[in-house]
């Protein structure tokens, strides 16, 4: 009787990978990264050799590593002899190291799991085919690895938000197809952001918090979630309200915490409310005599560009909101009172 044939198919290999079955035969058809032993007819067995090569595969092209690249690093691997033979693993097939000019970026028109991505860095890429193979654990990897080795500022800006940027262009392009990638991107990106405000160093001592909160009818948090964990790091408290956040609530919660700043997030136009930002600036809170207001940051696209309301400022991005609440906080530790 002849024994049951060595490996797994096909689609057991892409359920543990977390692709699909049509990836990993197109990388077979593709690159010729198939296995080393074939049953007769179109049947497909993956030896646990094989399936080694398949996940150094899905390695090399989250970190950014263009597939056929990736499938001959990781057909090298394949080949060369195990650890028991006292050998090496092929250069090739450890994590790629930037060049010594500075962080590696791809060339115009480099794959990224089909979305418009442009010019962007290597990471951005990688993030990107992880998102469109639905590859949780190699996003979640790849976000703390860009985290650690460029910090939040340069992550959120040039690998998160141009994916996210990507994958919703790519949505609106194609009758509501990529919904689960974005959907799986957003809540892997808000996972490691999160991550880093609860891990940051605690506040100097006691101060007011900072209120981020979206406006009514704004569901978009993530980049709220980014300066909040950028505030984590520079110890500063913050206090996070998330998405559409009513207007009564709202004015409740800067009342109760007596903030510093208060950062509004408006994504579209029609969620940027200036009669309320007026509203939150305005309100006095502290010790008779010596109250004091907050400073509203007006920040997301949705506002306008020009905006001269008292008490109010507009920072075009995460980098310069970071430093307008952090000077205020300079200023106040200085006993200067915070500058507005």
Known sequence: MTGAAPGVTTGAVARRLGVS????????????????????????????????????????????????????????????????????????????????????????????GGLPLGEVR???????????????????????????????????????????????????????????????????VSTVLRRAAVTGPPPAGPAAPVVLACLPGEQHTLPLEALAAGLAERGVPTRMFGAAVPAEALRAAVSRSGPMAVVLWSQSRSTADAVLARQVASMAFGLKGARTTPLVLLAGPGWPVRTAAAGTRRPRGLREALDVISRLYAAEASGGGPER
């Open 21 to 112: 079955p049509t990836t990993v035969r197109s990388w077979e058809q593709r690159y010729g990264i198939g296995p080393a032993l074939r049953e007769g007819g179109r049947h497909r067995r993956w030896t646990p050799g094989d399936v080694a090569m398949l996940e150094e595969m899905c390695r090399l092209t989250s970190s950014g590593i263009p597939p056929a690249e990736a499938a001959r690093a990781a057909v090298a691997l394949r080949r060369a002899p195990g650890p028991g033979a006292g050998a090496e693993p092929p250069p090739s097939a450890a994590a790629p190291a930037p060049p010594p000019d500075g962080p590696r970026r791809n060339r115009r028109g480099a794959p990224g």
């Open 122 to 188: 290597q990471e951005c890429r990688g993030l990107a085919r992880a998102a469109v193979r639905l590859d949780g654990p190699a996003m979640d990897a790849l976000l703390q690895q860009t985290m650690d080795a460029h910090g939040l500022v340069t992550a959120w800006e040039e690998v998160m938000a141009p994916t996210l940027h990507a994958v919703g262009r790519k949505w609106e392009s194609t009758d509501d197809r990529y919904v689960e990638v974005e959907h799986l991107l957003s809540w892997h």
